[in-house]
T-cell receptor, first 109, second 117 residues
Framework: GIQVEQSPPDLILQEGANSTLRCNFSDSVNNLQWFHQNPWGQLINLFYIPSGTKQNGRLSATTVATERYSLLYISSSQTTDSGVYFCAAFSGGYNKLIFGAGTRLAVHP | NAGVTQTPKFQVLKTGQSMTLQCAQD?????MYWYRQDPGMGLRLIYY???????DKGEVPNGYNVSRLNKREFSLRLESAAPSQTSVYFCASSGLAGGPGGTDTQYFGPGTRLTVL
């Protein structure tokens, strides 16, 4: 089935720093989403982005479907950005939404 | 709107016991999902309902059953709980019909933390 790999697995930032999280997928996809799981376990959908670029405040995401990767950019990080960021990809050939293992982000004041 | 709600929040079972996890959404969504999340891992899809009246297996369906009671409610049942089912369970919904391949975002409930002794 489709493989979804995220990097880095862990990331520590000082407040105010910028970061880039990467998601690679092994097959063509028609649904790619980014989620944030806060330290209390709540999952929030950040972006639905099978291709192209989207921005929402300090966060933006870019998916290059032809090269099978997606990037999540966090600018001017804040302590509230801490948590785990997941990407998830759906491939019609497998009829599954597959989550990566996540990037655990800690933003220190 | 409450969004997606789940009950209970926590549950401890003994091996062999049964229980039902409840999920409801008030967003008039068509598709609903059940996931499990194990420590240090992403979510894995157990079952989904692409529209009212239909259910389909996901990635890890063994040991579980589901019921799409109506458009709002989607329950997950463990008939004979096993320690391997210790996990955090998330329910989710999305607006369009069609299940996980749908071209819209998924909204998650707060999760149920289940321990099977």
């Amino acid at each position: 089935g489709i493989q979804v790999e995220q990097s880095p697995p862990d990331l520590i930032l000082q407040e105010g720093a910028n970061s880039t999280l990467r998601c690679n997928f092994s097959d063509s996809v028609n649904n790619l989403q980014w989620f944030h799981q806060n330290p209390w376990g709540q999952l929030i959908n950040l972006f639905y982005i099978p291709s192209g670029t989207k921005q929402n405040g300090r966060l933006s995401a870019t998916t290059v479907a032809t090269e099978r990767y997606s990037l999540l950019y966090i600018s001017s990080s804040q302590t509230t950005d801490s948590g785990v960021y997941f990407c998830a990809a759906f491939s019609g050939g497998y009829n599954k939404l597959i989550f990566g293992a996540g990037t655990r982000l800690a933003v220190h004041p | 709107n409450a969004g997606v709600t789940q009950t209970p929040k926590f549950q401890v079972l003994k091996t062999g016991q049964s229980m039902t996890l409840q999920c409801a959404q008030d967003m008039n969504h068509n598709s609903m999902y059940w996931y499990r999340q194990d420590p240090g891992m992403g979510l894995r899809l157990i079952y989904y309902s692409a529209s009212e009246g239909t259910t389909d297996k996901g990635e890890v369906p063994n040991g579980y059953n589901v019921s799409r009671l109506n458009k709002r409610e989607f329950s997950l049942r463990l008939e004979s709980a096993a320690p391997s089912q210790t996990s955090v369970y998330f329910c989710a919904s999305s607006g369009l019909a069609g299940g996980p391949g749908g071209t819209d975002t998924q909204y998650f409930g707060p999760g149920t933390r289940l321990t099977v002794l």
